[in-house]
């Protein structure tokens, strides 16, 4: 998620039910192993294709959505993000402006987003962000968190962005670049739950 139009949704696998995926059920030895598994695939009504990662994070589904859903503190581990801010916020949903430095630096784009937690599904827990307005084409994301097991997470995270480059080559390029920074993403929200992890141990352990 450093630049963003996160088209669509769906992040599960689209053939197998959240309970089917919290015992194993299509889920690589890649993914298993501590991978991340990444693809791209066409989303209608959009020259961007649609690119989805997902992986395992070693930790309790409650410390995951624990980060994902600390909408403020985005800029300390999503890459990219240059600054977050939380608008408004009741309940479970809040408008969130991010800005995030994109390809390299070649682009600065910003956007306000509504994020909302859908109802929960056990043992799947949704994000969602949609755009409300912003510099770039358009701008939607979700996170898809799952139970798997008492000591790890499922996490799948897609995005589609289209910052709505006038160039030959764009269409390609961008759809690369998501697809990287969706790997990214899993990568870095691994590193903040660990973090998190250890500051708790920390604390525990302070008289």
Request: aromatic share 8%; charged share 20%; net charge positive.
């Amino acid at each position: 998620m450093r630049w963003l139009w996160v088209c669509g949704v769906a992040l599960g696998l689209a053939s197998t039910s959240p309970t089917a995926l919290a015992h194993g059920a299509g889920v690589s030895a890649n993914v298993r192993g501590g991978g991340i598994d990444s693809h791209q695939r066409d989303e209608p009504g959009s020259r961007i294709r649609r690119s989805r990662a997902l992986g395992l994070v070693a930790a309790p589904i409650d410390d995951v959505l624990a980060v994902v859903s600390d909408y403020g503190n985005y800029r300390q581990f999503m890459p990219n993000f240059v600054a977050t801010r939380v608008l408004s916020q009741r309940g479970n949903q809040a408008l969130v402006y991010i800005q995030v430095s994109a390809l390299d630096g070649m682009a600065t784009l910003w956007v306000e987003m509504k994020l909302r937690m859908l109802q929960p599904a056990a043992p799947t827990r949704v994000i969602k962000a949609t755009m409300m307005k912003g510099n770039v084409r358009g701008f939607a994301a979700e996170w898809q968190v799952t139970e798997f097991g008492a000591k790890h997470t499922l996490v799948a995270f897609e995005l589609c962005a289209d910052p709505d480059f006038r160039l030959p080559f764009a269409n390609g390029l961008v759809s690369d670049y998501n697809e990287k920074e969706a790997r990214s993403s899993i990568v870095a929200l691994r590193r903040q739950v660990s973090r998190h992890a250890a500051s708790r141990h920390t604390a525990s352990r302070t008289p």
